[in-house]
Nanobody, 126 residues
Framework: QVQLVESGGGLVQAGGSLRLSCAAS????????MAWFRQAPGKEREFAAR????????YYADFVKGRFTIARDNAKNTVYLQMNGLKPEDTAVYYC???????????????????WGQGTQVTVSS
C-alpha cells in the first residue's frame, strides 16, 4: 500500500484560494490513480476529483467544475488540488485517496480506493 499525507488546508475567506497537497510514500506512486474526496460536518464523504496514473485524464464532481483543478507530479510523489473561488459550502475535511486500478469506472465510489490519508481541514468564511 501507499501512505498518504495531506497538507495545505486552513481558513480562507469566500472567494479565496487554497492548494492542497497529498504526499505519497511506500509503493510506486505512479501506479495509482489519485482522487480527492471531502466530508462536511454531518454529511457523507463525497467525491471531488480524480486523476489517472499519468495525469492524462481528470474527472470532477459537478460542484467543483471550473473552480478546482487536480494535478499530480509523479517525480515528487504528490497530488494537488487547486481550489479557487471557494464558497462557505466548500468547508469540509479533504481527503486524498489512491486507487491501484487505472480504470475510471466507478471513480466516485469510495470503495474503489485502497488507501486514504488522514485529511486536512478547509474552512471557508463568509
Amino acid at each position: 500500500q501507499v501512505q498518504l499525507v495531506e497538507s495545505g488546508g486552513g481558513l480562507v475567506q469566500a472567494g479565496g484560494s487554497l492548494r492542497l497537497s497529498c504526499a505519497a510514500s511506500g509503493r510506486t506512486f505512479s501506479n495509482y490513480a489519485m482522487a480527492w474526496f471531502r466530508q462536511a460536518p454531518g454529511k457523507e464523504r463525497e467525491f471531488a476529483a480524480r486523476i489517472s496514473r499519468s495525469g492524462g485524464r481528470t474527472y470532477y464532481a459537478d460542484f467543483v467544475k471550473g473552480r478546482f483543478t487536480i494535478a499530480r507530479d509523479n517525480a515528487k510523489n504528490t497530488v494537488y488540488l487547486q481550489m479557487n473561488g471557494l464558497k462557505p459550502e466548500d468547508t469540509a475535511v479533504y481527503y486524498c485517496a489512491a486507487d491501484y486500478s487505472d480504470v475510471d469506472v466507478g471513480a466516485a465510489r469510495m470503495i474503489v480506493y485502497e488507501c486514504w490519508g488522514q485529511g486536512t481541514q478547509v474552512t471557508v468564511s463568509s
